[in-house]
């Protein structure tokens, strides 16, 4: 099995922009990974003004 995450920071966006761009952002990698045979695993977190989607792929 592999592991990796997805990080979406507020580099590049406003602060007023910032949680809905990176949500989309976020959104628009996840499905990318999901494509490539990616699962998430959990929900997404939070932290530090930063979105994270843990992603697996069972071989």
């Not at 989309?24 to 959990?42: F, Y």
């Amino acid at each position: 099995m592999q592991y990796r995450v997805i990080c979406v920071s507020n580099s590049g966006f406003s602060l007023t922009d910032f949680p809905k761009r990176a949500l989309e952002r976020l959104t628009k990698e996840v499905n990318e990974a999901i494509a490539q045979g990616w699962e998430p695993l959990g929900g997404v977190s939070v932290y530090d003004a930063q979105f994270m989607q843990a992603m697996i792929k069972r071989r």
